[in-house]
C-alpha cells in the first residue's frame, strides 16, 4: 500500500510510538487499540497486514501470526493533530485474544445492548459451526450438511417469489428475511464472506461505472 503522506509528518510520542485504532471495514464497529512505531507502520503499509510494536515484548508483531486471525488494511487515516491513527481493516477472525469480535465488551456506562447486524448475524452462524448447541437450528443444518443447507435455500427462493407475486409486503419482508439468513448459512458452510460478495459487487459497479462514462453521448 501508498502512503499518501510522509510518515515523518506523523507524531509519535517520546517513545516513538502512536495509537492505531483499528476498525470492521463492513461495519465500523470499534475491534481493538494497539500502537505502531514508524517501523511497523512501514511494515503495515508493505504488507498490508496490521503490523503493531508490542510495549510488552519490544518488538514488532504482526496481529495474526499466531491465531490467523490477520487484520488486512482498507485504509488508514490520522487525526487532525496525526498524533492517532484509525485503520480500517477487514479482519480474518476475531480480533479479540478470547475469541471475542471486539477487545471491547465490557460495558463502564450507558447503552451495552450490541445492536443487531447482518456481520453480527454472520459471526453467529458461525460460532454455531464450532461451538455446536443442542437445540439450535442453525447447528441442526450444519450438521445434516451442503444437500440440507442447499435445499432450505431453495424453498425459501420459492417462498419470496410467492410472496412478492401476492403482492404481499410484510409477508415478502418476513420471507426475504428467511432467505437472506439461510444463504447466510450457506456462505459460512462453503467459505464465502461477506467480504467476497461485496469484493464482486464493488467489482460490477466499478465496471458500470466505467461503461456508463465511456458510452457516447
Known amino acids: ?128 459451526k464450532t461451538n455446536k448447541k443442542e437445540g439450535s437450528y442453525t447447528t441442526y443444518l450444519f450438521e445434516k450438511g451442503l444437500d440440507k443447507i442447499l435445499k432450505k435455500v431453495g424453498e425459501e427462493s420459492t417462498e419470496v417469489i410467492i410472496a412478492a407475486k401476492g403482492g404481499d409486503r410484510r409477508e415478502t419482508v418476513y420471507e426475504i428475511a428467511d432467505l437472506t439468513y439461510h444463504l447466510l448459512v450457506l456462505m459460512e458452510e462453503t467459505g464465502i464472506s461477506a467480504a467476497d460478495i461485496k469484493a464482486e459487487l464493488a467489482s460490477r459497479h466499478v465496471i458500470d461505472k466505467k461503461i456508463k462514462q465511456e458510452k457516447p453521448v
Not at 32 to 60: D, H, I, P, W
Open 1 to 128: 500500500m501508498k502512503a499518501l503522506i510522509d510518515i515523518n509528518e506523523l507524531k509519535f510520542d517520546e517513545k516513538g510510538l502512536i495509537p492505531a485504532i483499528i476498525t470492521d471495514e463492513a461495519d465500523g464497529a470499534v475491534l481493538m487499540l494497539g500502537y505502531m512505531n514508524a517501523e511497523s507502520l512501514r511494515k503495515t503499509l508493505e504488507t498490508g497486514l496490521v503490523c503493531f510494536f508490542s510495549r510488552a515484548r519490544q518488538t514488532l508483531w504482526t496481529k495474526g501470526e499466531t491465531s490467523g486471525n490477520f487484520l488486512r488494511v482498507k485504509a488508514i487515516k490520522a487525526d487532525c493533530d496525526k498524533d492517532s491513527l484509525l485503520v480500517s481493516a477487514a479482519p480474518d477472525g476475531p480480533a479479540c485474544h478470547t475469541g471475542a469480535k471486539s477487545c471491547f465488551f465490557n460495558p463502564v456506562c450507558g447503552e451495552t445492548e450490541e445492536k443487531f447486524t447482518l456481520e453480527s448475524l454472520s459471526a453467529l452462524i458461525a460460532d454455531r
